[in-house]
C-alpha cells in the first residue's frame, strides 16, 4: 500500500477518536476537524516523502494535538488571557472533573461526540449528518447518498450544524441521566445509519466495512448499558449483531457480495446470533410495544431462526414489515416488505407493492429498487424487461462489486430472453 492509500486508510480508523480527543481540548467539533485534517494533510505531504510511522496512529495524534495545543497558546496570546490562567488553573482544563449529575462511569470521549453532534439545538437531518461525518468518518458524498440527497445539500447541512453547536457553545460532555432518554432517538439513528454503511457500503471497493459496524455495535453496547430499561436500545444492540453475525457468509473468495438465499449459513457468527438475540429478548421483556429497532431486529431473528432459506417464516416477515411501516413509514420500508410479498404471496404481489412506491423520488437514487424489481420481473418471465431493470440498477449501484454483481444478473436474463 502506497503512502496516500495508507493515510486515506488511517484516516477512515482514526478520525473519529482524534475529533472526539481534540474536541475535548478545543472545545469546539469544527475546529477540532480543522485540526485533524490539518494533521492528515502533513501527512500525505511527509509519509510519501520519509516513510510511514511505525504507528500512524499515535503519529497523527500526536501531530494533531500539538497543533491544537499552538492554537490554544496562540488565541489566548491574542485575547492575553495568560493572567487569568495563571491565576485560575483551572480555566486551562475546563473538563477535568465531570459535572455533578453527569453520568457517572463514562469517559469515552467518542459517545461523547455522539451526543453533541445530536444536541437538540440542531434539526435532526442535521445530527445524523454531522455525527456520521465526525463518528462515522464518512465523507460528505457518502452520508448524502444514505440520505438520498444531492452531496451539495448535505455538505451544506453538516457546515451549518458545525457554525450552530460553535456559536450556541454547545458543552462537550455526556448528558445528566434524566436527559438522555430525550436525546437518544437522534443518537440510535445515528447508530443505525453508521452500522448499515459498514453492513452494505455505498462508496469504495468493499462492500462491508467492519471498522464502521464494529463502531457502530460498541457505541449500542455502550447505549445499552447506559439505559438498560430502554428497548429500542436492546433492539438495536440486537439488530446490528444479527445482521453481523452474516459478514463471513455475505462475501465470496474474491470480495463479491453474496446474497442472502445464496448463503452458506454454517458460516453464520454463532456467538453474535446468540448475543443478538438475548439482546431482542432483553427489548420485548421490557414491556413496551416494540420500535423500529426491535421490529427489524425481529425480522433479522426470523432469517437467524431459519436453518436453509426456504424455511424462512415469510409471512411473520410480512406481518413484521406491516407494523415497521406503521411506526417508521419509508419507500425502503416498502421496498423490503415487497421482497418478503414475492417470498410469501407471489411475483404478482410483490409487484404491485412495488408499483405504490415506484414514483417515490427518494428511490431514484437507490440502485436497489431495480434490483428487486428485476427479480421480480424475472420471476414473471418478462426477462427483457429485467434485463433492462438490472442494467439500470447496475448503472446507480454504489460500489463496483455491486455493479459486477447486477450486470450478471442482467446478462443471465438476457439469455434466457434469447433462449
Request: charged share 25%; hydrophobic share 45%; aromatic share 4%.
Amino acid at each position: 500500500m502506497d503512502a496516500r492509500r495508507t493515510v486515506e486508510a488511517v484516516w477512515r480508523m482514526e478520525s473519529p477518536r482524534l475529533i472526539a480527543s481534540l474536541t475535548r481540548l478545543v472545545r469546539d467539533v469544527g475546529t477540532a476537524e480543522e485540526i485533524a485534517q490539518d494533521a492528515f494533510v502533513l501527512a500525505l505531504e511527509q509519509w510519501p516523502r520519509d516513510g510511514v510511522p511505525d504507528n500512524p496512529g499515535a503519529w497523527l495524534t500526536a501531530t494533531a494535538k500539538h497543533k491544537a495545543i499552538d492554537r490554544i497558546r496562540r488565541e489566548r496570546s491574542q485575547q492575553s488571557k495568560y493572567t487569568q490562567i495563571a491565576v485560575d488553573p483551572s480555566a486551562q482544563q475546563p473538563s477535568a472533573m465531570p459535572a455533578p449529575d453527569a453520568v457517572e462511569g463514562v469517559e469515552d470521549d467518542l459517545l461523547a461526540l455522539v451526543f453533541v453532534a445530536c444536541h437538540p439545538v440542531l434539526p435532526r437531518e442535521s445530527r445524523v449528518a454531522l455525527t456520521l461525518r465526525l463518528v462515522g468518518g464518512l465523507r460528505t458524498d457518502e452520508i448524502a447518498r444514505a440520505f438520498l440527497v444531492p452531496s451539495a445539500t448535505m455538505g451544506q447541512r453538516i457546515s451549518r450544524a458545525k457554525r450552530t453547536l460553535s456559536e450556541a457553545k454547545v458543552p462537550f460532555e455526556v448528558p445528566a441521566r434524566e436527559e438522555l432518554p430525550a436525546r437518544l432517538s437522534a443518537v440510535l439513528e445515528v447508530v443505525y445509519l453508521v452500522f448499515n454503511e459498514g453492513y452494505a457500503a455505498t462508496s469504495g471497493e468493499d462492500w462491508i466495512r467492519r471498522d464502521l459496524a464494529a463502531e457502530a455495535m460498541r457505541l449500542a453496547r455502550v447505549l445499552a448499558g447506559l439505559l438498560p430499561r430502554e428497548p429500542e436500545v436492546h433492539g438495536l444492540v440486537a439488530l446490528t449483531e444479527l445482521q453481523a453475525s452474516r459478514f463471513a457468509a455475505r462475501l465470496g473468495p474474491g470480495g463479491e457480495p453474496i446474497l442472502l438465499q445464496d448463503q452458506d449459513r454454517s458460516r453464520w457468527d454463532r456467538i453474535l446470533l446468540k448475543h443478538g438475540n438475548a439482546a431482542l429478548e432483553r427489548a420485548v421483556a421490557l414491556g413496551r410495544p416494540l420500535g423500529p429497532y426491535s421490529l427489524q431486529a425481529a425480522i433479522a431473528g426470523c432469517h437467524a431462526r431459519a436453518p436453509r432459506f426456504e424455511d424462512t417464516d415469510w409471512e411473520a416477515i410480512v406481518a413484521l414489515y406491516d407494523a415497521l411501516a406503521q411506526v417508521a413509514p419509508s419507500p425502503v420500508v416498502e421496498l423490503n416488505r415487497a421482497v418478503a410479498l414475492l417470498h410469501s404471496d407471489g411475483p404478482d404481489a410483490a409487484l404491485a407493492a412495488l408499483d405504490a412506491v415506484r414514483d417515490d423520488p427518494r428511490l431514484a437514487r437507490l440502485h436497489l429498487y431495480g434490483a428487486v424489481r428485476g427479480e421480480v420481473l424475472e420471476r414473471l418471465g418478462r426477462y427483457e424487461e429485467a434485463a433492462r431493470t438490472l442494467e439500470d440498477a447496475a448503472a446507480a449501484a454504489p460500489t463496483r462489486r455491486e455493479r459486477n454483481l447486477l450486470m450478471a444478473r442482467a446478462a443471465a436474463a438476457s439469455a434466457r430472453t434469447e433462449a
